[in-house]
C-alpha cells in the first residue's frame, strides 16, 4: 500500500518539476476568473446568451479536467518513452492498483476544479451535495483521458495530437443541448452527455439521480477497460 502512495505522489512530484507541465495549472486557476467576473459581463453585455449559462458552465467544469488529463498523461507517455515504467513493472505490487493509485491524483485536481468552479459561479446556489456529486462525476473524465492518450501515443508529439482529439467526443454533448429532442440520444453513447445532462437537471431543479447513475456507471466500467489495457501494454 505504501508503495502505491508513493508512486501516486512521485507522479505530482514529476509535473511540479517540469516548468512546461507546470504552466498548464494556470489554466484551471484563470478558468475560476473567466467564470466568476468574465462570465457575467458577458452575459450582461449579450442577454442572449442567458439561456445559456448552464451550457456554458458545463464546458468551463470540463476543462479542468482536460488540463489535468492532458498534463498526467505526458508523464506516463515519457516514462514508457524513458522506458522507464518497465521499473514500474517489476516493482511487487498489484500493476492494476498500481495504475488506479497513480490515477486518483489527477482525478482528484479535476473534480476540485469543477468544485471551485460552481462555488465561485454567481448564477446558481447549487448545495455542497450536488456539487460535489457533479464535480466527483466530470472528475472522471481526467483519468479516462489520461489512460487513452498514454495507451495511443508513442511519444509527447502524438500525445498532444490524441489530447486534441479526445477534446472532440468529450465536447460534442454539448450540441445536445442545441438539437431537436428527437436526436439528443445521439449524444448517450459518450460518457459526458451523462455528465452535462446531469448538471441540466440539476440547474433545472430537477431529477438527476438516473443521469448520475448511469453516468458515474458508463465512466466506472470504460475506465477499468482502459486500465486493464493500459496495464497490458505499459509494463512490458
Not at 442572449?48 to 489535468?68: D, K, W
Not at 511487487?92 to 495504475?99: A, K, M
Request: hydrophobic residues 55%; proline residues 5%.
Amino acid at each position: 500500500m505504501e508503495k502505491l502512495f508513493r508512486a501516486a505522489v512521485n507522479d505530482s512530484k514529476l509535473v511540479f518539476r517540469d516548468s512546461s507541465l507546470r504552466l498548464f495549472f494556470v489554466f484551471p486557476i484563470l478558468n475560476l476568473f473567466v467564470v466568476s467576473y468574465g462570465f457575467p459581463f458577458v452575459v450582461k453585455s449579450f442577454p442572449v446568451l442567458e439561456g445559456y449559462v448552464n451550457v456554458l458552465l458545463m464546458s468551463a467544469t470540463m476543462q479542468g479536467a482536460l488540463v489535468i488529463g492532458f498534463i498526467y498523461s505526458m508523464v506516463l507517455v515519457d516514462e514508457n518513452d524513458t522506458g522507464v515504467a518497465k521499473v514500474y513493472g517489476v516493482l511487487p505490487v498489484s500493476q492494476f492498483w498500481l495504475v488506479i493509485f497513480r490515477l486518483f491524483v489527477p482525478f482528484l485536481f479535476a473534480a476540485l476544479s469543477a468544485f471551485a468552479i460552481l462555488i465561485v459561479e454567481p448564477f446558481y446556489r447549487l448545495s455542497i451535495l450536488s456539487n460535489t456529486l457533479y464535480s466527483l462525476l466530470c472528475g472522471l473524465t481526467a483519468p479516462m483521458m489520461v489512460l487513452f492518450v498514454a495507451i495511443y501515443s508513442k511519444n509527447k508529439i502524438e500525445a498532444m495530437t490524441w489530447q486534441k482529439l479526445t477534446n472532440i467526443p468529450i465536447s460534442l454533448p454539448l450540441l445536445a443541448f442545441f438539437v431537436p429532442a428527437s436526436y439528443e440520444i445521439l449524444f448517450a453513447v459518450f460518457p459526458s452527455y451523462w455528465v452535462y445532462q446531469a448538471f441540466q437537471q440539476m440547474t433545472n431543479h430537477g431529477n438527476y439521480a438516473l443521469f448520475l447513475f448511469v453516468g458515474y456507471a458508463f465512466s466506472l466500467v470504460i475506465l477499468v477497460y482502459l486500465a486493464r489495457k493500459f496495464t497490458r501494454s505499459h509494463f512490458s
